[in-house]
C-alpha cells in the first residue's frame, strides 16, 4: 500500500504542475482598444483579457490630462485674453472589478471624467465657462496583479 499511495501521491503533484502551467498559459496580456473622447471631453476606454474562468480581477485605469477652458460668450465664442483661458494638467484615474466569464474572457469599459471641478475661471457678464480643448495621454489599463497595457494618446477640440 506505500508503494501505491506514492505512487497516486506523485500522480497528483505531476497533474497539479501540469495543470498551473496550463493555466498559466491559458492568461494573456490586457488588450486595449483605441480610446474615445466624447462629447462632454470624457475618455471612454475599452479593454479585454483573458484569465481564468470566473476570476474576479480589479482593474484600474489612469491618464494625464491636459486641459483648457474658456469662457464663452452667448454664440459660443471665445472671449480673447490670458484672464479668460485656464489650463489644467491633472492625473484622472478610475478602478473597475470585473468576473470572467465561463471561458476566461474579461471585457471591460471604463469612462475617465474629465476633471470639470478643477476649472476656476470667473467668466464676465453672460459668459460661461467651456471646455475648448482636452488631451489624454500615458493611458494605462492595469490589473490587481500588475500586469498593463497602454493605449495611444487622444485629443478633441471644442471650441477653436
Known sequence: MGKSFEAVLGMGVVCAVLLSIGVRAE????????????????????????TLPRAEV??????????????????????????????????????????????????????LYAPRDEVTLACPGGSIPKLAWVRYGDIEVRNQIGEAARARSTSRTFVR
Open 27 to 50: 492568461a494573456q496580456a490586457i488588450v486595449v482598444s483605441d480610446p474615445f473622447i466624447n462629447e462632454a471631453g470624457d475618455l471612454e476606454v475599452e479593454f479585454s483579457q483573458r
Open 58 to 111: 480589479l482593474y484600474r485605469a489612469r491618464a494625464l490630462v491636459d486641459m483648457t477652458a474658456v469662457c464663452v460668450d452667448g454664440l459660443a465664442r471665445p472671449l480673447r485674453g490670458q484672464r479668460y483661458r485656464q489650463t489644467i494638467h491633472v492625473v484622472v484615474e478610475r478602478s473597475l472589478p470585473l468576473l470572467a466569464d465561463f471561458s476566461g474572457h474579461v471585457f471591460g469599459f471604463v469612462t
